[in-house]
């Protein structure tokens, strides 16, 4: 199975920050790595596929980058609805699998 | 309105049964790939299974494989996972989900809790 660990595990932020969350595969997964929103008692929320494509009505503050192993989440000028956990997912191979997600709080 | 709506959580004992069934609307059901993830409570989400458009291929995680089924009825917009052998440890939310590499549209979850 590929292992997805993502870095942090968490962090504090404030509004207006810049926000970067990193993602790495066990093994190369070509661009094949999708990026999730989730607030508490929710279900999550799609926000990049393809490793940097923006799904449908997701803020364009919100980015991804990378290919390979390595990919990365960037929240720029981070907005009060932002606090949330981030989950990183790939999908190049059977079982399909998440990183163990990435906290953002308020500093 | 394009949505999932998943029902057939509770609670069961160690060893028995349950279905769920997730019920889709507002899209060409008969078109995508569907899966199922799951979150237990305080946890991260885990990839459970998939099914393809005309349900000639399914996949599962190894920790369901031989207890859990995917299944789906096209002519009445249905996804279904009948759950057998169920464990402490099967305890999540369930999310029914559209696509196979790329899930733009989740369901709410139910909630399945295996407790004596």
């Known amino acids: 199975d590929i292992q997805m660990t993502q870095s942090p595990s968490s962090l504090s932020a404030s509004v207006g920050d810049r926000v970067t969350i990193s993602c790495r595969a066990s093994q190369g997964i070509s661009n094949c790595l999708a990026w999730f929103q989730q607030k508490p008692g929710k279900a999550p929320k799609s926000l990049i596929y393809?490793?940097?494509s923006l799904q449908s009505g997701v803020p364009s503050r919100f980015s991804g980058s990378g290919s390979g192993t390595d990919f990365t989440l960037t929240i720029s000028n981070l907005q009060p609805e932002d606090f949330a956990t981030y989950y990183c997912q790939q999908c190049n191979s059977y079982p399909r699998t998440f990183g163990q997600g990435t906290k953002v709080e308020i500093k | 309105e394009v949505q999932l709506v998943e029902s057939g959580g509770g609670l069961v004992q160690p060893g028995g049964s349950l279905r769920l069934s997730c019920g889709a609307s507002g899209f060409i059901f008969r078109s995508y790939w569907m899966t199922w993830v799951r979150q237990a409570p305080g946890k991260g989400l885990e990839w459970v299974a998939n099914?393809?458009?005309?349900?000639?291929?399914?996949n599962y995680v190894d920790s369901v494989k031989g207890r859990f089924t995917i299944s789906r009825d096209n002519a009445k917009n249905s996804l279904f996972l009948q759950m057998n052998s169920l464990r402490a440890e099967d305890t999540a939310v369930y999310y029914c989900?559209?696509?196979?590499?790329?899930?733009?549209?989740w369901g709410q979850g139910t909630m399945v809790t295996v407790s004596s």
């Open positions: 099914i393809k458009e005309d349900g000639s291929e399914e």
């Open positions: 393809a490793a940097s």
């Open positions: 989900l559209r696509g196979s590499n790329y899930y733009g549209l």
